[in-house]
């Protein structure tokens, strides 16, 4: 039986695909997907034939099979899928990655309407299911305290520092201190980004360079 483990990493091999939610998105071999493609061709990438071509066939599938679950559960599971419904016609469905963030498309940022990663806090969640047939019964590593792919400072790009922003946006609302904001999640570690590290690491007692090493990041998931 498949994992949720094998199941993000499948998900992870569409990062940067570009949005298309033409005809074409469900084939395999076409250079597009939308939200509910995206959970298909991932579920096929380990075997699992998903019982629906959009998000509320997909929610209706995982509810059949008696998988439905709470949002709050959702979030906290790695491999969980996460529904939003009023954004459209078929709603809006992300996969959770068990740490705060999703797998999606589309996704905001630099990167525009593609396939990339999201985040679950700040979001109005309609609704959470597991997958059938997807095995959940590894230890949950989710709010386990990532690995740090390198040191982050001012002028950098990329996921990772979208994540950071993610985490900080979330800090912000639920410490109610705009200290913590970074005014914007676009993957770019600009100065304000920079200023709310600095705030991190000022009320975490830490050295305050604007540098997220192994000690502000992992300051970043202890919340």
Known sequence: MSTAAQFLEALSSFEGMPYDAGPERLDPAHNGTDCSALIVRGLAK?????GGENSEGLQEWCDRDGMGTTVDHGIHTAGALLFIWGTGPNGHVACS????TTYETPAWGQWGHAMGIGDTQTRQWTGAALV????????NTSWNVPPLARNMHAGMSGHDVQTLQVKLVEW???SKDEGFDPHTVDGIFGPKTAAAVEHLQTKASLVVDGVVGPKTWATLWAF
């Open 46 to 50: 380990i075997s699992i034939t998903a």
């Open 97 to 100: 990655r068990g740490d705060g």
């Open 132 to 139: 059938p047939g997807l095995d959940y019964s590894a230890p």
């Open 172 to 174: 912000a609302l639920r």
